[in-house]
């Protein structure tokens, strides 16, 4: 029993420090993106929903205290409240969605449309946040406009990640046991 414990608490480690390494690597394009999303839904997959969630929470704690976890190597409770926090919130939420589509079953279109519906969910608590803080700035955006700007132009990187992710994680899984 102790064993086991001591081995899901360092897996829900190593997947938070992936998350981490995750939201460090900016993949150029028209509008860069980091892999932070996918370092999410890759231990969602892998961890399942409760482990999955614990290390996206432990994520966001450690970037919380000030630790550079967060994109481009930022951290505190500033980048949260920040034009971007609405979206690394949102992550918590994709975890719990995952967590909540688990018990219709772990085949991966499941794991694909749960994956898909947290990400919605993070994209309308990441675009509320952030009209409401650029708002707070002395500028005005509709919620439209937002998430013209915000979230349109990730949905295909972000279509991609859920895929690669349940596609690899499943592999992942069956390659360990």
């Not at 951290?75 to 589509?101: D, H």
Request: proline share 3%; hydrophobic share 50%; charged share 10%.
């Amino acid at each position: 029993m102790k064993e086991n414990n001591t081995k899901n608490l360092v897996t829900i480690a190593l997947f938070t420090v992936f998350i981490s390494a995750c939201a460090w690597i900016c993949v150029p394009s028209v509008v860069p993106f980091t892999l932070q999303t996918f370092g999410v839904f890759l231990s969602l997959i892998y961890l399942g929903g409760k482990k999955g969630t614990l290390s996206i929470i432990l994520y966001i704690l450690l970037g919380t205290v000030g630790l550079p976890v967060f994109s481009g190597g930022s951290g505190g409770v500033g980048v949260l409240f920040g034009l971007n926090g609405g979206y690394i919130f949102g992550l918590l939420f994709v975890g719990i969605i995952f967590l909540l589509f688990e018990r219709l079953g772990c085949k991966k279109y499941i794991q694909f449309i749960s994956l898909l519906c947290g990400l919605v969910i993070c994209y309308i608590i990441g675009a509320l946040h952030f009209s409401l803080v650029y708002f707070q700035n002395g500028n005005t955006i509709t919620f439209y406009k937002a998430i013209l700007l915000c979230i349109v132009p990730y949905i295909i990187p972000d279509l991609l990640k859920i895929y690669i992710s349940v596609i690899l994680g499943n592999k992942l899984k069956k390659l360990v046991r």
